[in-house]
C-alpha cells in the first residue's frame, strides 16, 4: 500500500486528480447511481486506460470530468482537481463560462463514433476554424493555414480536398483523424479518447492508436483512453483503472495487472479476452450482468452476484 506521505505527493504532482467522485442519475424509475467514490491520477505525458464492460460508467466519468454530464446527471460527491503551473482548482467548483475556456484549450474530447460527433452539414475544415477561432488567438487569414496542418499533422492525405469535404464523404478511419485533429488544435494539457478505435477494422485501429501515442509523446499529453479492449489497453497504457458497475475494482501498472491481477474481476475480462494464442474455446465468458443500480441496498463489492469466490 502506498504510504501517505508518497500518495500526496503522486497527488501534488499529478496533472489530474478525482477524489471520491459519485454521479447519480435521476430518472422516472429511480435514482441510478452510476458512479460511486473514484479516486485516481493521471500526470503529464501518462497514459491511463479505463477498462469495464458496457454500463461500468468509463463515459460517465469522461463526462464528469468535462463538466457536460446529462441534465439528469448530478455529481453528488467528491472533488476533480486540475492542476496548472500556478495552482490547483476543484474543476466542479468552476463556473461554467471558465470551465468552457478550458474545454478545447486545455481539457479535450474524442468521442465515440466520429461519424455521429462531427457535424454533418458543416465541412471539415470549417469545423476546425470554428475551434480555432474559439480557443486562440490567431487572426483569422491565419486559421485556414493551421487547419490544413492540424489535418496533415493527423496524417490525412490530401489535407486541402479534406479540408473542403464533409464528413459523410470521409472513412470511419478519417473520420476520426479529423476528430483528433479538432480534439488536438489548441495542444491540450489533458486528452480522453471514449472508445477512440470502436468501427474501425483492425488495421486502422493500429494506425489510429500509433498516431494517438507519437502525439501524446511528441506534445508531453496526458491521455485517458476509455475502452472495453483490454489487448489494446495492454498495448498502449501506462497504468489501468479496472472499472465495474460504477465502481474502480482494481487500478495497477499495466504488466503487474495482466500478470497478477488481485480482482476476480480483471482476472475474469483477461480470462474474456482474445490473444493471437487462444482460440474461441480458450475463452472464458463472464456470465451474469450488472446490477440493477436503482436499488438502495447494494453491496459494497458490485461484483458479489457473479463471483465464485464470493461467501456468504
Known sequence: MMSPIAATKSVQTSLLSVRDLSVEFRTRTGTVKALENISFHIGKGETLGIVGESGSGKSVLALAIL?????????TAGEILWSQST???NLLKMSEKKLRQLRGKELSMIFQNPRVALNPIRKVGKQLVDVLHCHSDLPRAALKKR???LLASVKIPDPQQRYDAYPYELSGGLCQRVMIALALACAPQLLIADEPTTGLDVTTQATVMNLLKDLATGQNMATVVIT???ALASEYCDRILVMHAGHVVESAPTHPLFSRPRHPYTAKLIAATPEPHKGFDDLIPILGGLPDLRRNDLPPCRFIGRCERATE
Open 87 to 89: 495552482e490547483t482548482c
Open 228 to 230: 472495453h479492449d483490454l
Open 67 to 75: 463538466g457536460i454530464l446529462d441534465r439528469a446527471g448530478h455529481v
Open 147 to 149: 487547419a490544413l496542418e
